[in-house]
């Protein structure tokens, strides 16, 4: 079942072709009914209707004094139709329309959407009502003022203000950092975030238009649709075989003694199918040769714009890092011993869900620490998390003139302070050092502290700029002041606060676990997986994919001028013309399907 509705949306997508298939069937069936009228009849209508689009976008282009390329296949088809010779209009009508078909079936099947990033936010909102706890209402009905309750691992659906004592809540799809950030009651809260801790509430200040994650999707939107298509590969070369073409169909009318038949020939031969067709071909290859790789293509024009990348933009947390705090120090104050020390803390942070208290307990075991049990665990918002080893009361709070420390507390001594730093990935260093060797510009765009982007590029030891403490509007702004410089862009990121950089990026690349993100709906390219080292890959399939689409473009433009010039001097008629023209197709079709087996 499951095959037959593939079949028919393939047929659905590529109605036009298959309906100018059928028309040519229907025409020799006519004509050997000896219904010459009717079949004439059928194929100017088949004709016209497979070529309007064609017709239509030269037009534009011509009402916008753009060169268009496909101004010899018009000038084939009506040849062709004002002459009687149908089959050839109809073939070249056929070849035309897979083309495009083609094109526009495997760009439309990587179509970015923002349902991800909307479905993300639940649809009701639980109301903190005395009169009536737990009624529910839709999101549209919320009104400011109103309080609301929110689960345990619940998205935040509207900017508000805390009204429990305290809470922890994920703030990454904002910022982009893996910290857990701790609230108290007053404090801000933004939509798009995830409460991490107990169940909270809060009182809704402002509306569903107006909040923080509302306004992050419309930048996409509004990215997305600013974003400028990038150039088609075939229009690089149009203006030269077009002209070329138009020399010699000139000609050999002259030559032939005005003979319409031997200029259609020309012009049979010389529609320009290699032009369109190799690209989407080696494009689609291409796309094929990273799906091996665990890269997901989702725009063909991507690759394109890939392989032309002059600056190179990165996030930092869970792009050029791991996005995960370690535990890299401990550095003990007092006369009990490290093994010690770390015993005590696993114990108490065991019960936490804090990403630091997890990077204490994994140290802990790594180094074979005593497993001891803790009592009376208490975790305060602000003050850190408590409880009793061996009948004393221990406290691990945050160390405030450190960005990534806590400090173990007994009676108010401080017996170990703890220093974490997020580890970079392992291939971060050669990546970084393989688009430095190309000449590439390298930015950092990044929420964290001015301070720990300075220390990543210590550790990367290479002269990459850096911009911090930045949110997703003025990384958007950033990319835009960047592309206005006439530099094309690549972006790579990992998170909803990188969503509208990405998007309005003439390549858009995000990391991804699944292979459906909120981040990646605004992406072109998305890593299954936080290889580092898939970016320079995708970026060697890019390239070698555009050599070979380049390849099978001239190859096809030379095997044309070569039947074009048989078909000035009379040896070919323009059926076999236009059959000549599609054993070029296949020749530049098959260079072309190469660019699926791309070893890197």
Request: proline share 3%; net charge positive; glycine share 8%.
């Amino acid at each position: 079942m499951r095959s037959y509705q593939k079949l028919f949306s393939i047929i659905k997508e590529f109605k036009i072709p298959v309906i100018i298939l059928l028309g040519i069937v229907v025409f020799l069936f006519l004509n050997l009914s000896k219904e010459v009228w009717l079949a004439a009849i059928s194929a100017w209508i088949v004709s016209i209707f497979g070529s309007y689009k064609l017709f239509s976008e030269t037009i534009t282009s011509l009402l916008k004094k753009q060169f268009a390329l496909d101004y010899i296949a018009i000038l084939a088809i009506i040849l062709s139709l004002v002459t009687g010779q149908y089959l050839v209009a109809l073939i070249l009508s056929l070849m035309i329309a897979s083309g495009r078909n083609l094109e526009d079936y495997a760009t439309n099947q990587a179509k970015k959407t923002l349902t991800g990033l909307v479905e993300r936010i639940p649809g009701k909102l639980t109301l903190w009502n005395k009169d009536h706890p737990g009624e529910e209402i839709r999101l549209r009905d919320a009104r400011v003022g109103q309080e609301i309750f929110i689960k345990k691992g619940e998205v935040i659906a509207l900017d508000g203000v805390l009204l429990s004592p305290g809470g922890i809540l994920d703030e990454a799809s904002l910022t982009g950092e893996a910290q857990f950030v701790e609230k108290v009651s007053g404090d801000q809260v933004f939509s798009g975030t995830i409460n991490m801790g107990n169940p909270i509430a809060l009182k809704i200040t402002k509306s569903e238009e107006n909040s923080t994650y509302n306004k992050i999707i419309e930048l996409i939107k509004s990215a997305q649709e600013e974003k400028s298509p990038m150039v088609r590969l075939a229009d690089r070369y149009s203006t030269y075989f077009t002209l070329i073409t138009l020399a010699i169909a000139v000609g050999s009318y002259f030559y032939s003694h005005f003979d319409l038949m031997r200029t259609l020939a020309v012009l049979a031969i010389a529609t320009p199918c290699p032009l369109i067709i190799a690209t989407p071909i080696a494009l689609l290859g291409g796309v094929n040769s990273a799906a091996k790789k665990r890269i997901i293509i989702k725009r063909l024009a991507s690759l394109e714009a890939l392989s032309r990348v002059s600056v190179l933009l990165f996030d930092k947390t869970g792009t050029i890092t791991i996005g995960k705090p370690k535990l890299i120090r401990v550095r003990v104050l007092s006369t009990i011993s490290e093994k010690e020390v770390l015993g005590i803390a696993e114990s108490i942070e065991r019960s936490s869900l804090h990403p630091l208290a997890k990077a204490v307990v994994s140290f802990a075991r790594f180094k074979g620490a005593r497993i001891t049990h803790a009592k009376n665990i208490e975790e305060t918002i602000g003050m850190g998390i408590s409880g009793e080893v061996e009948g004393k009361k221990y406290l691990l709070s945050k160390l405030k003139e450190q960005g990534m420390a806590i400090k173990l507390s007994l009676k108010g001594e401080t017996l170990a302070i703890f220093e974490f730093e997020d580890e970079i990935k392992k291939d971060s260093k050669e990546v970084i050092g393989f688009f430095k060797k190309l000449g590439m510009q390298l930015l950092i765009l990044t929420g964290d502290k001015k301070e720990a982007g300075e220390k990543l590029v210590q550790i990367l030891g290479q002269e990459v700029e850096v911009k911090a403490e930045l949110n997703p509007e003025q990384k958007l702004a950033e990319v835009n002041r960047l592309k206005s410089e006439g530099k094309i862009i690549a972006m790579v990121g990992d998170g909803i606060n990188d969503a509208p950089a990405l998007a309005a990026s003439d390549v858009g690349i995000v990391f991804s676990n699944e292979e459906q993100t909120a981040a990646s709906e605004a992406a072109d390219i998305v890593f299954l997986g936080g290889q580092f080292s898939s970016i320079p890959v995708s970026y060697k399939i890019a390239n070698q994919t555009i050599k070979i689409a380049k390849q099978s473009i001239i190859g096809g433009i030379a095997l044309s001028i070569l039947g074009m010039i048989f078909a000035f001097v009379g040896l070919v008629p323009p059926v076999i013309g236009a059959g000549l023209q599609e054993m070029i197709d296949v020749v530049v079709i098959i260079n072309a399907l190469r660019a699926s087996k791309i070893e890197v």
